[in-house]
């Protein structure tokens, strides 16, 4: 066993793992309708180790299984404390995990001991290893979709997502991977949009994530994808913090003009102000010299 390996060992039953929770939105409404629980570990001596680090440490060393169940907990937790909210919470599963053939029950167990149904949870598959190579996975996830729960094939379009796995086996939920939505071309997002219509034509729900800027979230929003997540709409964060975070985003909704009415205003040789991101249609109309024909346009989506 390596040094991280070693640390990592009873590293849930010490305490030592928390998880932090990014919003997911809902671009038609810009409301928060989703939290993803993402692992965290502060060990005593090495400090907080990146999860991608003591991730991939779990899941050589079969460590996976208790920092997975670990993350149930967390999330069935936090699930537990927001109920009401509207705001699923979707959970990261290795699909290593689901080589047991016991882990839908205990997920489900987990669930109903926090008082949360299995609806207002969603499992993302990472694509670390492929689900159709796990025996007995299928199985699992078969149950726990049919128990009501979401199931998300995340980080599409790298690696080992193929679309045989996205046709054979039961997922929900096409989660988009960053570098998708990072890569800013025509034909980027052309491929968004071919990746909507398979989503929709199989009836699954379909998340875009690494959402950086008001652009990308506005392209997002275009493409009719039906969720989105990323450090412009809000960075993981504490369980407090999150509960904070949704409060005031009711309170303050997102700017839903600013980029079209920048870039009209510019092809219109207007510089645009700089607080143009909090201006609300109303305020747009009201502008002297901008008519009703403009602002439509300047508005329109
Ligand atoms: O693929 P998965 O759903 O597990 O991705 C979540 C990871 O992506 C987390 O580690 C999170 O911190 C990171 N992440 C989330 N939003 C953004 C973003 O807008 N930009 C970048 N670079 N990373 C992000
Ligand atoms: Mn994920």
């Given amino acids: 066993m390596t040094d991280l390996a070693t640390a990592l060992t009873g590293a849930a039953a010490r305490g030592e793992l928390f998880a932090h929770f990014q919003p997911q939105?809902?671009?038609?409404?810009?409301?928060?309708?989703?939290?993803?629980?993402?692992?965290?570990?502060?060990?005593?001596g090495l400090g907080l180790v990146p999860p991608l680090d003591f991730i991939t440490v779990a899941e050589q060393t079969g460590l996976i299984d208790e920092v997975g169940?670990?993350?149930?907990e967390l999330g069935c937790a936090f699930a537990a404390r927001i109920a009401g909210s509207g705001i699923q919470v979707a959970i990261n599963v290795s699909a290593l995990q689901l080589a047991d053939a016991t882990f839908a029950d205990r997920f489900a167990a987990i669930a109903e001991r926090h008082g949360v149904p299995l609806g207002e949870l969603t499992v993302e598959i990472t694509e670390?290893?492929?689900?159709?190579?796990?025996?007995?996975?299928?199985?699992?996830?078969v149950r726990l979709r049919d128990g009501g729960a979401g199931i998300a094939l995340d980080d599409f379009g790298t690696g080992y997502s193929s679309f045989k796995q996205l046709e054979s086996l039961p997922f929900t939920e096409l989660k988009m991977d960053q570098?998708?939505?990072?890569?800013d071309t025509d034909e980027t997002w052309n491929r968004v949009g071919t990746l909507v219509v398979l989503a929709r034509h199989r009836g699954m729900r379909i998340v875009a994530e690494g959402i950086e800027t008001l652009?990308?979230?506005e392209r997002v929003r275009a493409a009719g994808c039906d969720r989105a997540q990323g450090y412009f709409l809000g960075m993981p964060m504490p369980a407090d913090e999150f509960v904070q975070f949704a409060a005031a985003r009711v309170r303050t909704p997102l700017p839903r003009v600013a980029a079209p009415a920048r870039r009209a205003l510019a092809a219109a040789g207007i510089r645009?102000?700089?607080?143009?991101?909090?201006?609300?249609?109303?305020?747009?109309?009201?502008?002297p010299g901008i008519g009703a024909r403009t602002a439509d346009r300047l508005i329109g989506r």
Avoid at 30 to 38: K, N, P, S
Avoid at 69 to 72: D, L, R, T
Avoid at 179 to 183: F, K
């Fill in 179 to 183: 570098s998708l939505i990072r890569d």
């Fill in 272 to 287: 645009a102000l700089e607080d143009l991101a909090t201006w609300t249609r109303r305020d747009l109309l009201a502008l």
């Fill in 128 to 141: 670390s290893h492929p689900v159709d190579a796990v025996p007995g996975a299928v199985e699992q996830l």
């Fill in 215 to 217: 652009e990308q979230y």
């Fill in 25 to 44: 939105l809902d671009p038609e409404t810009d409301r928060i309708v989703g939290a993803e629980a993402l692992a965290r570990w502060d060990h005593p």
């Fill in 69 to 72: 169940e670990a993350m149930v």
